[in-house]
């Protein structure tokens, strides 16, 4: 089987597409946590590009075991996507109340602004 590389960064961008229209909806949860696989599979297509895989869920993580070098801002900005890993779906993530009374538009438009820059640094390194 070959590298499957761009596969994954296809699935990012349909990811990144699901959350814009999330966003739309005022499925601002969903927004975030789409925005978070988005990031996550672009930067495990990445690690798949350079020949090695990843697993896990951190992005902050994934990215800082990249074999190249990457912006310290664009970690800081993944550790914002990986808060949205969780409490986006679960109504346990919280004291009380269910997910979607959690996160609002803000927050969904900035996690897509987040997952859009991780894409496009990884689009970048993979000539894409």
């Known amino acids: ?53 990843a697993w896990g869920h951190i992005i902050a993580k994934l990215l800082k075991e990249l074999p190249i070098e990457v912006p310290s801002e664009l970690v800081e900005k993944s550790k914002v996507l990986d808060i949205y890993y969780i409490p986006t779906r ?6 009380e109340g269910a997910p979607y009374e959690h996160f609002g538009k803000h927050q969904a438009e900035e996690a897509i602004k987040y997952a859009r820059e991780v894409i496009e640094f990884v689009r970048s390194k993979m000539g894409a």
């Open 90 to 95: 679960y109504p346990n993530g919280f004291p």
């Open 1 to 53: 089987m070959g590298n499957r590389a761009k596969d994954w960064l296809n699935q990012a961008l349909k990811d990144l597409e699901h959350a814009k229209l999330s966003l739309e909806h005022g499925d601002y949860e969903w927004a975030c946590f789409a925005s978070h696989q988005a990031a996550e599979k672009a930067v495990k297509a990445l690690h798949l590009y350079c020949g090695q895989e």
